[in-house]
């Protein structure tokens, strides 16, 4: 073996220990970070949407470290602490809601009068039988799904405030040094500036696409629900207005399944206009929400497929919890945007296999 290619194989050898030690001491960093996901991730999601605001900011304020800690205590006053006081009103009327429905009974009478001896009416007797355990079994569902999800949140209080102090510092220097560190990871990348931008564009179109279809449009309609509700005397509009915003969340889901059961059921209790009146409005105000918004608050931005966004969403809330309808579709985009930058780079040799 010639002095040249002994060389060569231990350059060989010592380039493929340095990956290795990239690679386990990148896994063990990662490791380290793993217990603070969620503040890393919402911190860069945050910035995202409102870096734009933050660049108009920076242009009146010459300071970006002081920009960056106005736009923090914005975020704080407009976005997290009217969250976090909702959170405790829901709370607070999923008991009351909870005590209301155990101690009401409800009647079917004027419904089951009206088919009286038809084939139906065995059935609504067995219901009127049965109308209080369902009212308790739904109401029971709900009202515990809504504090076990809050009491996981809120349980350890100096662990959640951590978690938000966390946030909020990474949300102040991703928004100081966001464009640094964006151009240090490009730097430092091996597919090459047009591939990274290209990533980056794709996860930050994602985000704003899926909070604006997701979140913002069930927001508007669970406002209008809970409105909905309120005015005309449903108990609990607080309550069934946060469940119209997470079903609407869920591709295939929507707040329909909240409202058209509602307006069901107080056609039959005899609240005849309440009934047609939550009716007419879902049908003819929540419903059309979603296809008048949509198409102007997401556009082209977020370019997947029907079923890719509803198991991405799906799978993204089962694995990552209420986090999951944001990560989900960004892990999904970001593994199509891998697939088309594949195709690109290797466009001559696909081309040359067909």
Known sequence: MTKVTREQNFAKIKNRFFFL???IFSVLFLYILQPFFYPLFWAAVIAILVFPYYE???????SRAIASLLMVLSVLVLIILPVILV???VVTETVNLYASVKNTTFAIQPIADIFSGTFVDPYLVQIKI???QYANE????VGSFILDGFKTITQ????FLGMLFLCLYTLFFFLKDGRKILQRMMELSPLGDKYDRALYDKFSETVVATLQSTLFLGVIQGSIGGLLFYATGVPGALVWGVVMVALSIIPAAGSFLVWIPAALIQLAIGNVWQGITILTIGLGVISVIDNLLRPLLVGKEMEMHPIVVLFSTLGGLVIFGI???VIGPVLASLCLALFSVYEQYYHKNLTLNK
């Open 130 to 132: 049965l109308w209080q």
């Open 56 to 62: 108009h900011l920076t242009k009146l304020i010459r």
């Open 323 to 325: 986090s999951g309808f």
């Open 21 to 23: 030690l990239i690679g």
């Open 156 to 159: 350890n209080t100096i662990n």
């Open 138 to 141: 739904v109401t029971q569902s």
């Open 87 to 89: 959170g405790f009103l």
